[in-house]
């Protein structure tokens, strides 16, 4: 008689900016996914990196304990602790990275480093429906723009991306023109919603081939406002809901235009969308509608997963654990984890 697998427990972990995450795994079901959001950042108009650090300090035990907790497990029962080794902030990838191996070299269990942009892309594993390889996955957060050739779970291309901002940074970056709180994205598409996509055009760099820039229509965005307010020192109370939705549509419209070339020269239909500005309701929209016009089958993930979060650190350890691609437990090691 075959003996059955033995399934494998993961906590993963997830810290590389402002959010501290924490998840467990059973083989490739997710068990339990819980964040705390640092909500310190937001009067200072930005992620001030020593805070976060700090904040990642006080939220890693309470926030791991609780992820064990709702999964139903204990630490002995865990067989691999993953974590996110970069890109990131340093000192907050540092928290992560050396509770994640201390809590590794204690249990006597393997440790394993997940790449945050891949585990970006393999949220879409977490549940179905789940993409078929060869698919293309924009990937769209506060620090990357890439159109990513995803050809199995652990092998991927980056075949397109920005020379400048990522689409994240232009929505917050934009917002804060605005007057709005950080992290702007979320306020764009809340207040585009109900303004009018096309009352302002905002000047669109020309890149070639599937590369992206967006500083360009930052200043743009900039430049038409100052305008505007010299005539009218309350243009952008004004005019709020037309603005963002004009800032939403130009910044999609960008995005689209290059995924769809990647699309066609790639000869692929399987399509998918990931990381915080996957988020948007418009970019949502317009992935969805094109992806009708041209029969692709698109891929979504849900609003938990699009954003920065453990389980997606965890997904990856797994196909990570299933290679046996384990890292290094040598004490100095961490210090040497990149940004
Ligand atoms: O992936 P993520 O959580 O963190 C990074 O890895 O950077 O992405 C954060 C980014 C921020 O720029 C935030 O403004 C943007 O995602 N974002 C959004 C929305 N939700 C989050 N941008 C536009 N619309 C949203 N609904
Ligand atoms: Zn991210």
Redesign the pocket.
Known sequence: MSQQPKSVYLLAIES??D?TSAAVFKDDVNLSNLVANQDVHRQFGGVVPELASRAHLQNIIPVVDSALQQAGITLDQLNAVAFTRGP?LIGSLLVGATFAKGLALTLGIPLIEVN?MQA?VLAHFIEDPKPSFPFLCLT?????TQIVLVKSHLDMEVIGTTTDD????A??KT?KILGLPY????L??KYAQTGNPKAYTFGKPKVDDLGFSFSGFKTSVLYAVQKQQRLDPDFIAKNLPDLCASI?RTIIEMLMEKLELAAKQNNIKEIAIA???S???G?RNAIAETGQRLGWNTYIPRFEY???NAAMIGITAYYKYLQGEFTTQDVGAVARYEI
Do not use: K, M
Request: aromatic fraction near 2%; charged fraction near 15%.
């Open positions: 590389s900016c959010d990131g945050h970006h769209v957060s506060g620090g990357h990522a689409a994240g940074e929505f917050d917002a992290p702007g994205g979320p764009v598409d939403q990381g915080g500005v988020a948007n309701s970019l699009c954003t920065d």
